[in-house]
């Protein structure tokens, strides 16, 4: 703490008025419903399919790496 009592904030963290915005302002986040998943079920659906299609190409891509290091110790 500081000597006048007042607590130290980082920069950039916004004083009074952005505090008092983002409390009464900007709300709950949990009052919506469904906005991390997606706004319904074909999308939440899509979004699972791309992941495990990054996952697996992500996979794909480190087996042809350790392939490509075990033929290189090898020779």
Do not use: C, N
Request: positive net charge.
């Amino acid at each position: 703490m500081s000597e006048d009592g007042a607590t130290t904030r980082a920069p950039g963290e916004g004083g009074r008025l952005l505090r008092w915005a983002f409390r009464h302002l900007a709300g709950p986040a949990d009052g919506v419903q469904g906005a991390v998943q997606g706004g319904s079920t074909a999308a939440r659906e899509a979004w699972k399919r791309d992941l495990a299609e990054r996952k697996r190409y992500t996979q794909e891509q480190r087996d042809r790496k350790r392939a490509a290091r075990d033929a290189d110790r090898r020779r």
